[in-house]
């Protein structure tokens, strides 16, 4: 519906599924569109780039989806191709502050055809790393304005007890929460 939307349920319960379905969509639909996935490691980071590549090439879409990891590890002999080339970006807070936004004009293509932002692990951006979380979120969305896009936000996490609230002061955005009480995760 053209929301924003909070995802809380349990470990294993489809989290990842629930964003990863419309961003495919979105980016197959539209061969301009691009997407950021923003995890709080590069640990997690890698880990979920290996599952979507994977469950890419079991749909037969790998080649139409380039999906690129843009963190400290990326060589900077790839740097320029991951920019060129990818349609869904991952990445992490610090490489996001740090080796994209103050270069946005080496991203412009990025920006101007960003459709979605995924935060995942909603719940580790409290603190003072939820602030600059938040900070970074405000200068993406300004870029995006700059560059003539506006993308929607999913958000995910674990169990929390204030997930609608975090989510619309970390993206400065109303938001829809998909309810907790619809957890799929399995059970003992």
């Not at 197959?28 to 994977?54: H, N, W, Y």
């Not at 999906?67 to 080339?85: F, K, L, N």
């Not at 996490?157 to 609608?164: L, M, Q």
Request: with cysteine; proline share 7%; glycine share 6%.
């Amino acid at each position: 519906a053209g929301e924003n939307v909070v995802v809380v349920t349990g470990t294993a319960s489809g989290k990842t599924l629930a964003y990863n379905l419309p961003v495919i969509q979105a980016l197959l639909t539209d061969p301009e569109a691009r997407a950021i996935f923003l995890f709080p490691t590069k640990a997690l980071a890698q880990d979920q780039a290996a599952g979507l590549a994977s469950f890419l090439e079991t749909l037969g879409v790998e080649q139409a989806l380039p999906v690129r990891i843009y963190d400290g590890d990326t060589p900077r002999s790839q740097r320029r191709a991951v920019r060129d080339e990818a349609r869904l970006l991952i990445t992490n807070p610090d490489m996001l502050h740090t080796g994209i936004l103050p270069h946005h004009p080496r991203w412009a293509h990025l920006f101007e055809n960003l459709n979605w932002i995924v935060l995942d692990e909603m719940h580790t951006y409290r603190g003072v790393f939820g602030s600059n979380v938040a900070n970074l979120m405000r200068r993406v969305r300004r870029l995006c304005r700059f560059y003539g896009s506006e993308p929607r936000f999913a958000l995910t996490s674990a169990t929390i007890a204030n997930p609608k609230e975090l989510a619309e002061r970390l993206i400065e955005a109303p938001v829809h929460l998909v309810s907790p009480d619809l957890d799929g995760s399995p059970r003992a």
